[in-house]
């Protein structure tokens, strides 16, 4: 099993719909939660963390976690072209310093 | 993330030579962490530095592979006789002393094995 799994895509929805993308991790000691955000050629970039349960907003962007069931969302509003990207989960236990652990990533497309 | 500065941005090596990535840290940042992703694939880690010590090596392959991060100067990657399975994009991410702290990541160097 994956340490860190995500929904494989790619996933298309249209300008101004909801992008759903999900994340399921292994290891119950994982404490902090991470979404980024990498273009094609570029590096990732970092749009939203979470550390408890619960939903946490930013902007168009909603992170969701439930450590019980060992899952963290990302959901997109009002999806824009300019999101088109592939979106990497990322987690990270307490003991191994800001280390990562990443999903292979879910591609997103946003049609005009 | 403009902060993290890595170089050579791409680097062209034939079967056999050494490349050598570099990677400066963001200003006040101890801690570098490499990466490594190979198309279509997600960031797998290789290795995790502070100043002068390696601290989590356990993603690295266990020949040709090395990492330091010098007192002075940037954390090089060192991957000596490449094989064209090397070829990949390798990214350097900092992080802050404390170890709590968010990734930041480097525009990541893309190696290319002739």
């Known amino acids: 099993q994956k340490e860190v799994e995500q929904n494989s895509g790619p996933l298309s929805v249209p300008e101004g719909a909801i992008a759903s993308l999900n994340c399921t991790y292994s290891?119950?000691?994982?404490?902090?939660f991470f979404w980024y955000r990498q273009y094609s050629g570029k590096s990732p970039e970092l749009i939203m963390s979470i550390y408890s349960n619960g939903d946490k907003e930013d902007g168009r962007f909603t992170a969701q976690l439930n450590k019980a069931s060992q899952y963290v969302s990302l959901l997109i509003r009002d999806s824009q072209p300019s999101d088109s990207a592939t979106y990497l989960c990322?987690?990270?236990?307490?003991?191994?310093?800001?280390?990562?652990?990443f999903g292979e990533g879910t591609q997103l497309t946003v049609n005009p | 993330n403009a902060g993290v500065m890595q170089n050579p941005r791409h680097l062209v090596r034939r079967r056999g030579q050494e490349a050598r990535l570099r990677c400066s840290p963001m200003k006040g940042h101890s801690h570098v962490y490499w990466y490594r992703q190979l198309p279509e694939e997600g960031l797998k880690f290789m290795v995790y530095?502070?100043?002068?010590?390696?601290?989590?090596e356990s993603g690295m392959p266990k020949e040709r592979f090395s990492a330091e991060f010098p007192k002075e100067g940037p954390s090089i990657l060192r991957i000596q006789q490449v094989v064209r399975g090397d070829s990949a994009a390798y990214f350097c991410?900092?992080?802050?002393?404390?170890?709590?702290?968010?990734?930041?990541f480097g525009s990541g160097t893309q190696l290319s094995v002739l």
């Open positions: 991410a900092s992080s802050g002393t404390s170890t709590n702290e968010k990734l930041f």
């Open positions: 990322a987690v990270k236990r307490e003991t191994s310093g800001s280390r990562l652990t």
């Open positions: 530095l502070q100043k002068e010590n390696i601290i989590d």
């Open positions: 290891d119950r000691v994982s404490q902090s």
